[in-house]
């Protein structure tokens, strides 16, 4: 009769733990981004205008834009590497979520989406 015995684990590596960590933060901050303001987000565009169809475009928008980027995004990613091309990704999310946050000054781009 044979046991069953359970292969040794095999620890990650430094680098390897870095590279899971920033793709982990990567997907996190992206669906943080999303799903965060999903619940709230019909309600405080209708602050800004009555049109429930905008509000709609506004937040579909976002998703269209996502569906449309990433063919081209992939080879763009397959050329130059996949590094950059997040690095390029997340700095544009980065700056557009930052310029949304703010008040009154920056503001006016996000105000003309809803």
């Not at 981004?33 to 999903?38: H, P």
């Amino acid at each position: 009769m044979s046991t069953l015995t359970k292969p040794d684990r095999v620890a990650f590596t430094p680098t390897q733990r870095k590279v899971l960590f920033a793709l982990a933060s990567v997907v996190g901050l992206r669906m943080l981004g999303l799903f965060l303001v999903l619940p709230i987000f019909t309600l405080y565009g209708l602050q800004f205008t009555n049109s429930r169809f905008l509000v709609g475009f506004a937040f579909g928008s976002y998703g269209l834009t996502m569906a449309i980027l990433q063919i081209p995004m992939g080879r763009l990613s397959d050329r130059i590497g996949r590094r950059k091309v997040l690095l390029l990704g997340m700095t544009l999310f980065s700056l557009g979520s930052f310029l949304c946050a703010t008040p009154t000054g920056f503001l006016t781009p996000c105000r003309l989406a809803l």
